[in-house]
C-alpha cells in the first residue's frame, strides 16, 4: 500500500514539473514576441516614469492588428461607425533607416502625369469649380483636416463634400485630402505619447476608409527635432495600415536644395530627411514656393526657376522620380511702400493690375512683375503667375520626369492653367 502511494507521489509531482515546464515555455514565447511592447508599458509605469508620456518607448512592434490596446468588439458594439468615431487600430514598428542619402533617380514605370493641386476649405467652392474647368486635372487635395493636443482629427470638411466625390468617380480623379499641421508642440503632444499617435493614425485611417478618399497627404511643418524618430515610426505604422487597405501616402516637405544652414525651420527640415520619407511613402510633395514671401521687407519672385533647379537637382538624388512630386504657387505677392504686405490670387490680381498698368515678365526669375501706384504717394510691387511662369515652371520641373505636379492653390486661378492643355501631359 506504502508503494503505490509512493509512486501516485511521484507521479503527481512529475505532472506538476511539466506543467510548470509548460508554463514556462509559453511565458519565453510570449516575452519573445511581445517584450518590446512590454518593455515600453512597464517603462511608464515603473516609479518615477512621466505620467502619460513614453517618449521614444512608442515603437511597439507589432505586426498588423493583432495587439490592441482593449477590447475593439466591445468599442465598435458600443460606437457604431458615424462621422464623428473613428476605427480604433494599432500600429506597426519602424526599423532603423539611414540618414538622408543619395538613392538615384529611378524613373519608374511611365504613365499620365499626375496634375492637380491642394483645395482650401476656405475656398472650397471655387476650387472645386476649377478642377470642374480643368479636365487635365487628376489629383485633388481639399484641405479638410487639422490635429489637436490629443492626435483627433479636426475636420473641416464642408457639408458639400460629396460634390468633389461625385467628381472622383465620374473623371477618375484621385482625392487625398490633406492633414495640416503648423504646431511644433502640438505635433510634439502627438508623437511623444503612444496613446495620442496610435489615436491620431487610427482617425486618419478612419477617415480615409470611411470615405471613400485614395489616401492622406501630411502637410506637418513644424517639428522639433528631439521627435524625429518618433516621427517617422508614425509615417511607417500609418503607411502600413493605409497600404493594407490599398490608400496611398503622400507626405508634404519644405523646401531644401542643398547642405545649407536654413534660417527657417531648420529643425523640421533636418526631421524631413527625404530619402527616409521616400521608402515609406507613395509620394513626397516638395513645396518649391515662397522663396520671397509677405515676411521678406524687400521684393522678390516667390519660386525663382534658379532656386527651383537646385531643388530639382537635390531631389533627384534623394527621391525616386516615379514619386516626387513638386508644389508650385499660382498666387502672387505684394510689398507696399506703406508697410503692407499682401497675398492675391490670379483672379484678384487681374482685377487689381487690370490692362493698363505694365507688367514685365522676367525672363531670369521665370515670374511676371509689376511696380504701380496704389494709393495716394503709395508704390507697391507685385511678384505673381503668369501663364509664361506657370509654362516655364512646368517645362523645367517635368524635364525631371517626375510622378506629378500640384498646385497651390486651386480656386481663383481664372485661366491661368489653360497653358497646360498644350502639352502631352504624359511621362
Not at 518590446?36 to 508599458?41: C, G, M, Q, R, Y
Not at 518615477?48 to 512608442?58: E, L, N, R
Not at 500600429?91 to 539611414?98: C, L
Request: aromatic fraction near 12%; charge should be negative.
Amino acid at each position: 500500500m506504502k508503494g503505490k502511494k509512493r509512486n501516485y507521489q511521484v507521479l503527481k509531482s512529475l505532472k506538476e514539473a511539466v506543467f510548470v515546464l509548460l508554463v514556462l515555455s509559453v511565458a519565453f514565447l510570449l516575452y519573445q514576441n511581445y517584450s518590446p511592447v512590454l518593455d515600453a508599458k512597464l517603462q511608464t509605469w515603473l516609479p518615477g516614469a512621466d505620467s502619460g508620456k513614453t517618449g521614444t518607448t512608442v515603437q511597439q512592434a507589432v505586426e498588423d492588428d493583432d495587439f490592441v490596446p482593449f477590447d475593439v468588439e466591445k468599442y465598435h458594439s458600443q460606437n457604431p461607425v458615424s462621422e464623428d468615431k473613428t476605427e480604433i487600430i494599432t500600429q506597426k514598428s519602424s526599423s532603423s533607416v539611414d540618414e538622408e542619402k543619395d538613392v538615384g533617380n529611378d524613373t519608374g514605370s511611365s504613365g499620365s502625369l499626375l496634375i492637380g493641386g491642394w483645395i482650401p476649405q476656405w475656398d472650397y467652392t471655387a476650387g472645386v469649380q476649377s478642377v470642374k474647368r480643368y479636365s487635365f486635372v487628376n489629383l485633388v487635395s481639399p484641405v479638410w483636416y487639422h490635429v489637436n493636443n490629443n492626435g483627433d482629427l479636426i475636420i473641416s470638411r464642408p457639408g458639400t463634400y460629396k460634390e468633389l466625390l461625385n467628381l472622383k468617380e465620374d473623371r477618375d480623379i484621385s482625392v487625398v485630402p490633406t492633414v495640416s499641421l503648423f504646431d511644433a508642440d502640438t505635433m510634439h503632444s502627438v508623437l511623444d505619447s503612444d496613446v495620442n499617435m496610435t489615436r491620431h493614425i487610427n482617425s486618419i485611417v478612419y477617415e480615409v476608409d470611411a470615405y471613400g478618399y485614395d489616401g492622406i497627404d501630411l502637410d506637418y511643418e513644424q517639428i522639433y527635432l528631439q521627435d524625429k524618430e518618433n516621427y517617422f515610426l508614425m509615417l511607417d505604422a500609418l503607411a502600413g495600415k493605409l497600404h493594407r487597405k490599398d490608400k496611398i501616402l503622400s507626405v508634404t516637405v519644405l523646401p531644401k536644395w542643398g547642405r545649407v544652414s536654413y534660417s527657417s525651420s531648420p529643425e523640421t527640415r533636418q526631421v524631413q530627411d527625404w530619402a527616409r520619407i521616400a521608402e515609406i511613402a507613395d509620394y513626397v510633395r516638395v513645396m518649391a514656393y515662397d522663396y520671397t514671401n509677405t515676411a521678406d521687407p524687400d521684393p522678390g519672385p516667390v519660386s525663382p526657376t534658379g532656386w527651383l533647379t537646385k531643388i530639382m537637382d537635390y531631389a533627384k538624388d534623394r527621391i525616386p522620380a516615379d514619386k516626387l512630386i513638386i508644389g508650385l504657387p499660382l498666387y502672387a505677392y505684394e510689398w507696399g511702400t506703406d508697410g503692407r504686405r499682401a497675398s492675391y490670387t490670379y483672379t484678384q490680381v487681374a482685377d487689381i493690375l487690370g490692362e493698363q498698368t505694365e507688367q514685365s515678365y522676367i525672363a531670369s526669375t521665370g515670374e511676371s512683375m509689376s511696380i504701380y501706384e496704389c494709393g495716394n504717394h503709395i508704390q507697391c510691387t507685385m511678384y505673381f503667375q503668369s501663364k509664361e511662369s506657370v509654362s516655364d515652371h512646368f517645362d523645367l520641373v517635368t524635364s525631371y520626369d517626375i510622378a506629378g505636379v500640384v498646385y497651390w492653390r486651386l480656386g481663383g486661378d481664372g485661366t491661368l492653367l489653360d497653358v497646360l492643355r498644350e502639352y502631352n501631359l504624359q511621362r
